[in-house]
């Protein structure tokens, strides 16, 4: 079926309904009645035309425009895009929201977010990289559980305050310690227990 369009002129341009029957590129063929055309998208139209589409096309003897794309088979899927491949797309406007039914899928080699204040929200949130790297002022997570796993752990500091009010357990290999200046422990009772060895090696040692 065809859209019933009267055809209109606008210079030597005449708006006519046509099929697009191949793409390759930037650039298509389009069916007038029985006149073959090439063609190329007009940059109003963000939809990527396909073979089988129905466009409306303002058209010469010689060649045509693609404006809309008004009809295409099967389910519709569309790809947005400017018909020149190289430029670049922005979107401006008050306030901006994408919704999607589904899924929402963002690809691109370099990704960057500039906002004052960033908020994700999931049910289950997963990062995957090489290398993740967080640079901020300040760093606070606030969880009912926090576990992790890794097969090695660097933490570097100027300074270091450990804060737990219940009980403190650790379950530990071999612990080695190596204290350049004051090591110092205070307990209310203290139990040193070992299976074979307790060994105090030093130039003075004071007890009581």
């Not at 309904?17 to 063929?29: M, N, T």
């Not at 204040?117 to 559980?145: C, M, N, P, Y």
Request: aromatic share 0%.
């Amino acid at each position: 079926m065809r859209v019933a369009v009267s055809p209109q002129e606008t210079g030597s341009l005449i708006l006519r309904e046509a099929d697009v029957i191949e793409v390759a590129g930037p650039r298509a063929l389009v069916r007038i009645d029985d006149r073959v055309l090439p063609a190329s998208r007009a940059l109003s139209c963000l939809i990527e035309i396909a073979a089988g589409d129905q466009v409306l096309v303002a058209a010469t003897k010689t060649e045509a425009i693609v404006i809309a794309v008004t009809r295409r088979p099967g389910l519709g899927d569309a790809t947005l895009s400017l018909p020149d491949s190289a430029a670049r797309m922005t979107l401006r406007a008050q306030a901006l929201a994408l919704g999607a039914a589904t899924t929402v899928t963002v690809e691109a080699p370099d990704v960057s977010i500039d906002a004052a204040r960033l908020s994700l929200l999931g049910q289950v949130t997963h990062w995957f990289g090489r290398t993740l790297t967080l640079i901020g002022d300040k760093l606070t997570t606030s969880v009912a559980t926090s576990e992790t796993i890794a097969k090695k752990t660097l933490l570097r500091s100027n300074s270091r305050v450990t804060v737990i009010d219940g009980l403190d357990t650790e379950q530990v290999g071999s612990r080695v310690s190596d204290v350049s200046g004051l090591s110092a422990s205070s307990a209310g009772s203290a139990i040193i227990t070992g299976s074979e060895d307790v060994r105090i090696d030093a130039k003075r040692i004071t007890m009581g």
